[in-house]
């Protein structure tokens, strides 16, 4: 019986060792979150839905502002729509994986209308929330390498083939390069078509909350304690822009009144959204994401006095 018991405990061991290893070495490409779990506390943060995740790259602001006094480096704690709705829920998990010891920080909420629905059949006035039971909401864990509470609560969320293929990989400051990008136009249009069909979907049981407005106010008075904190809209598709304007007309108002109160900035680069390349009309490609980071930085600077060379 100890020799099976020993056995069976050698064989255990292999298999976390084999796991352990994939983790350290594949993580960023197997699941889309799991890294984010697993770095330090940040002094500067980016969040938002998958525009920001994918379209605001912490590389290029740490290169800009580089020899600055900001608290550097920026991570980009973005999620996915599904999770990343502006709440009680992510304002918790946000400032879990701040470093409290930052008061020169800079913090950008990247906003989009959905972050800040709710959905007919929750009643978030009672504590009930859409995202609830989600990375990150369900991590008490969210700075330890490796993270084993993040593939016991969320092993669903990881696609092992994504280690060979690498289509999409996270990078370690929580930023998502997307390497499938359309190959013509044709493609292009057909991805567009297929992201405001998801969007219409169902559209009229989404309306704005004032549970998530308030949040959201909440939210920057927190991080404004740290340092600078910027409201960003995102630039996307012309045809995606009109949809959200019809059914969330008061968005840009409500955002910029928020931004009023709170004595912070609100850029909205929709106005400038041809010059950003999407490949679905909605998320950045990896390219314009470059330049678009760089235009954010130099927003920026402009409000705190930093302007630094910008990595080419």
């Not at 590389?59 to 920026?74: A, G």
């Not at 990989?169 to 992201?195: A, F, I, R, Y």
């Amino acid at each position: 019986m100890k020799r099976l018991i020993s056995k069976l405990s050698l064989f255990f061991a292999i298999c976390l060792g084999i796991f352990t290893f994939v983790l350290m070495n594949y993580g960023g490409a197997i699941d889309y979150f799991y890294e984010k779990f697993t770095t330090p506390k940040a002094k500067s943060m980016i969040m938002g839905d998958s525009r920001s995740l994918q379209g605001i790259q912490p590389r290029v602001m740490n290169e800009y502002f580089k020899d600055s006094d900001l608290d550097l480096p920026m991570f980009n704690y973005s999620f996915t729509i599904a999770q990343a709705l502006i709440g009680p829920l992510y304002n918790e998990s946000i400032l879990k994986k701040l470093d409290t010891t930052s008061d020169k920080g800079i913090f950008i909420i990247s906003i989009t209308p959905e972050m800040l629905t709710s959905k007919k059949g929750y009643a978030n006035e009672k504590g009930v929330f859409r995202e609830e039971g989600q990375p990150p909401h369900n991590m008490k864990f969210v700075a330890t390498n490796p993270n084993y509470e993040y593939v016991i609560k969320n092993l669903s969320f990881f696609h092992f083939k994504g280690a060979f293929g690498k289509n999409a990989v996270v990078h370690k400051d929580g930023w998502l390069e997307e390497n499938n990008l359309p190959k013509s136009k044709k493609v292009l249009q057909e991805w567009k078509d297929h992201q405001i069909e998801l969007f219409l979907n169902n559209r009229e049981e989404y309306y704005l909350s004032d549970i998530r407005i308030n949040s959201l106010k909440d939210l920057i008075k927190e991080l404004k304690n740290r340092g600078n904190v910027f409201l960003v809209r995102m630039p996307i598709s012309k045809e995606f822009l009109e949809y959200e304007e019809k059914y969330y007309p008061g968005f840009d108002e409500i955002v910029d009144s928020i931004a009023n109160e709170n004595s912070i900035s609100y850029f909205n680069f929709n106005p400038n959204n041809e010059a950003y390349e999407t490949y679905d009309g909605h998320h950045i490609n990896k390219f314009s994401g470059v330049r678009f980071t760089k235009s954010l930085c130099d927003s920026i600077s402009k409000k705190i006095g930093k302007k630094k060379k910008f990595i080419q």
